[in-house]
């Protein structure tokens, strides 16, 4: 389950880069995940 849940995550915050509003993920201004933090 956890993979799943992880995959979905994954899935979520990539959409606005599939979408081409942005280039990286981080350049999403609601994105609520600090993805510098590793």
Do not use: Q
């Not at 899935?11 to 981080?26: C, F, Q």
């Amino acid at each position: 389950m956890k993979k799943h849940f992880c995959t979905a995550i994954h899935y979520i915050l990539d959409n606005p880069v599939k979408a081409g509003l942005v280039k990286e993920v981080k350049e999403w201004p609601w994105t609520y995940v600090n993805l510098d933090s590793g």
